[in-house]
């Protein structure tokens, strides 16, 4: 299956950079989206369109992994040659990447992987 | 407990219009603001200001004035804009120019300037964000240079009566900010309600993109009338309690998942989203919905501003040519990337070497450059792309031209040509210290 039939995405530009933010329809779906799509899933999905690293915050209240892959936009829309300059359509991409379809698997194969939190927490 | 309720009329400057008379009309609106300046739009007006010194401003202002301003004025909703772009007060005077027309007697129409700080960032010593260069590396290819100032000169503004603000470039939440912090008297350090202002602004600075808008997935995220998507409003309580929502009736949706998407659009850190006013976090936001086409929104915060100013720099970065051209039916694929090779073998034996070059069939691996080519299975159509960056315009025609010739000198049934080149407008940025940008305010009345 395909993280589309869990989750909804959306796509932003900053720059050379894409901001890529993936929610999960329901909240039992967000630990499996976690466990699924880890950074160099994410890495390997767009091969050849990220250069950089890629950073990753996790908000659990709202069901939601953000992306930022840096030096992803050919120079950013001001001067990439790429037809779709934004990336607007990485969005989507990213809700092709295929996920198994059982998720006690997915929890188990992701136990080991970390994530940046973001950078101070609520006071 | 006081609300005031703001309208976000456009989300850019293409944006429709009909949204923003609808929010002027049925929206009960203290304030109305139109977001229409993204980040190359400063600089692609500074090159038209400086073919025509009355000119600079966004090329909608007159339209979208006309349609607005007589309800505004009636109602007493006041607008404000960054459509003043490269010269606000250019924009002053038209929109001056567009109320005496529309026999709008009486209104006070502020433009901000000081965004400008071209000549200090000349003389200055600067090193450009994105690669350690100096600014001065640019020379004479450098052609704006626009900090974003915050909300202080809206504030200012608003303070001394303008019905109307037009700005160049500030931080697009601030436009939405300002008004909050004008009503309810927030302090400039108070980052705790400055963050929930700029939360408001950064929920609203797209439109229609918290209403339904780039959100529709047919089968899976449905949107009602999208056709006539409304564009939002927020109500903002003195406390800084915010609730987004829409004219009743308008087309699309106000729901959890719009907001939400919206909420963590572009932001990268959600902790440390900078603007000139304040650093907001919007890690533990939270969205509820309170009833239909209403979605409260709470969490947001803020800490001490940064330092220092972001400056845009605008700077002519040589020249892109491009050209398409459509291939059907059986072996399209193979025709397309027979198309491909003839080009770049063309340009070969021209002698022709573009600094970047990029070739790809639409329909197959355009949006996704790593996509197999070899195998798509069956398609009906592709459309061959090819487009490079040169240093001269000459070069970027020879590009689009190259593929036209396939017509004649290239695979069969090829069609649909079509070829563009174009100057290169890009964008950088460097950080600048804030006593460099002195805003001022310009005052007019109709």
């Known amino acids: 299956m395909k993280i589309h039939d869990i989750a909804h995405a959306r796509a932003g530009d900053k720059g050379d950079t894409s901001d890529l933010t993936l929610f999960a329809y329901h909240p039992r779906d967000f630990d499996r989206l976690v466990a699924e799509v880890t950074v160099e899933r994410v890495r390997t999905h767009f091969a050849g369109i990220v250069h950089e690293e890629i950073e990753c915050y996790l908000l659990p209240q709202l069901g939601a992994i953000k992306f930022v892959l840096r030096d992803a936009l050919g120079g950013g829309v001001t001067r990439s040659l790429a037809l779709d300059a934004h990336g607007k359509c990485y969005s989507s991409l990213l809700l092709d990447l295929e996920i198994s379809a059982d998720p006690v698997e997915a929890r188990s194969a992701g136990q080991d992987i970390t994530h940046h939190q973001p950078s101070t927490q609520k006071p | ?446």
């Open chain 2, 1 to 446: 407990m006081k609300t005031i309720r703001i309208g976000s009329g456009a989300g850019f400057s293409g944006d429709r219009i009909e949204p923003a008379v609808e929010l002027a009309e049925h929206g009960k609106l203290d304030f109305l603001v139109f977001e229409c300046l993204a980040e190359r739009t400063i600089a692609l007006a500074q090159q038209r200001r400086l073919r025509d010194p009355a000119d600079g401003y966004d090329p909608g202002l007159e339209a979208r004035l006309e349609a607005v301003l007589p309800i505004c004025a009636a109602k007493g909703v006041r607008i404000i804009s960054n459509m003043g772009a490269a010269n606000p007060l250019a924009a002053q005077s038209k929109v001056v120019e567009v109320a005496r027309r529309l026999d709008l007697p009486g209104l006070k129409v502020a433009a901000v300037t000081g965004d400008d700080v071209m000549p200090a960032v000349v003389d200055g010593d600067f090193a450009v964000a994105e690669n350690s260069q100096p600014v001065r590396a640019l020379g004479n290819r450098l052609i704006s240079a626009n900090a974003y100032l915050g909300a202080a000169p809206i504030v200012e503004a608003l303070r001394v009566g303008a019905d109307i603000v037009l700005t160049g470039r500030v931080a697009d939440p601030a436009l939405f900010c300002a008004p909050l912090i004008h009503a309810f008297g927030w302090a400039w350090d108070d980052w705790f309600h400055l963050g929930q202002g700029t939360l408001v602004g950064h929920l609203l600075e797209c439109a229609g993109q918290i209403t339904g808008g780039y959100f529709a997935d047919p089968g899976r995220k449905s949107v009602p009338d999208l056709a006539r998507l409304g564009f939002p409003i927020a109500e903002v309580s003195t406390d800084g309690a915010i609730v987004i929502t829409k004219v009743p009736g308008s087309g699309g949706a106000v729901t959890v998942r719009t907001c939400k998407e919206q909420l963590l659009y572009e932001i990268h850190d959600p902790a440390a989203y900078m603007t000139p006013d304040v650093v907001a976090d919007f890690s533990a936001v939270e969205v509820n919905e309170i009833g239909p086409d209403r979605v409260a929104i709470s969490g947001a915060t803020g800490r001490a501003r940064p330092e220092k100013l972001k400056v845009s720099l605008g700077y002519r970065d040589g020249f892109v040519g491009e050209g398409q051209i459509s291939y059907a039916g059986t072996g399209a694929v193979a025709r397309g990337k027979l198309a491909l090779e003839i080009v770049c073998e063309r340009f070969r034996l021209l002698g022709l070497e573009p600094l970047e070059l990029r070739g790809e069939l639409i329909g197959i691996n355009s949006l996704f450059p790593s996509r197999e080519v070899d195998d798509p299975g069956h398609v009906s159509e592709v459309r061959v792309r090819v487009t490079g960056r040169t240093e001269t315009f000459e070069d970027a025609l020879r590009i689009g031209n190259e593929v036209e010739t396939l017509y004649t000198n290239g695979p069969a049934a090829g069609g649909g040509v079509t070829k563009s080149a174009r100057e290169v407008i890009a964008v950088l940025s460097t950080f600048i210290p804030r006593g460099l940008a002195r805003p001022e305010i310009d005052y007019a009345v109709t």
